[in-house]
């Protein structure tokens, strides 16, 4: 199975950076893509971007394009999420998943297209 961690938050004032990684033992498809979702308390999980490590193709969410930038390592299997200009509403918790058969990097993220979720870990933007 695969088996996704998530690691990297923590607590920063508003304007400061962080940055996410995403460990995956291994890939379950032969497009090895990583997503990262997050979740604020009382709200929806939301997609904010995801990256195919295989062919490039890569997403932002409307609310992180210009502030976030993903990446990858493929020689250790990890995806970045680089957070930057954070901002309060940014505060959740991030995690990490595999899209599914078919799914391709590149469109709006669907958390039901996802599966090996991780974790998660805790982003705080303090105002």
């Known amino acids: 199975d695969v088996q996704l961690q998530a690691s990297g938050g923590g607590l920063v004032q508003t304007g400061g950076s962080l940055r996410l990684s995403c460990a995956a033992s291994?890939?379950?498809?032969?497009?090895?893509?990583i997503g990262w979702f997050r979740q604020a308390p009382g709200k929806e999980r939301e997609g904010v971007s995801c990256i195919s490590i295989t062919d490039g193709n890569i997403y932002y969410a409307d609310s992180v394009k210009g502030r976030f930038t993903v990446s990858s390592d493929n020689t250790k299997n990890t995806v970045y999420l680089q957070m930057n200009s954070l901002k309060p509403e940014d505060t959740a918790v991030y995690y990490c998943?595999?899209?599914?058969?078919?799914?391709?990097?590149?469109?709006?993220?669907?958390?039901?297209?996802?599966?090996?979720w991780g974790q998660g870990t805790l982003v705080t933007v303090s105002s």
């Open positions: 291994e890939f379950s498809f032969d497009d090895h893509a």
């Open positions: 998943a595999e899209p599914g058969p078919g799914v391709r990097c590149g469109v709006p993220m669907r958390g039901a297209d996802f599966g090996s």
